[in-house]
């Protein structure tokens, strides 16, 4: 069995509680995110609970917008709407290394629940583009010299 970052940090995550790994999420969203929110964008999310799930990692983070800001929830708030992929699927689409509906049809992203809340979620973020600070962290970081991608 092979030590590979990502194996490291499935262990790891696995014996994190729900809420650290969801305040990150809910943390990084409300600053990658939430200034590039719409009206439209904000009342679709307003007050619906979305699990993020890794696959690969074994974490799975609920957040919701809460009017203002994205805030995190524990394992025991049901969801309105599942996503899961494995992190370099994650990877691909924050950074549009790939397209959208393909991950989609190629069953690599999986949305359960509120599929017409799932798709939204899909369709906002392959409509908005990465802010400067991500593009310049994915350049310097980026796949090609990630061990994690």
Known sequence: MSNTPVRLLSGLAA???ARPPATLLATA???????????????????RVVLIGVT????ECRVSW???RFVAHGRQTPHDVAIRACLRDFH???THGEDPDTLFFQ?????????ALGLGI???LDGMEMPPWLMHLHSRFGRRQSPLF
Do not use: Q
């Not at 969203?29 to 929110?37: E, K």
């Not at 069953?107 to 599929?115: F, K, M, P, Q």
């Open 15 to 17: 014996r994190l509680p």
């Open 29 to 47: 969203l409300n600053v990658a995110l939430r200034p590039r929110l719409s009206d439209t964008h904000r009342s679709m999310l307003n007050r």
């Open 56 to 59: 690969d990692l074994g974490v």
């Open 66 to 68: 809460s009017g203002t």
């Open 92 to 94: 691909a689409l924050a």
């Open 107 to 115: 069953r690599r992203l999986r949305i359960e629940g509120d599929t």
């Open 122 to 124: 899909k369709n906002l």
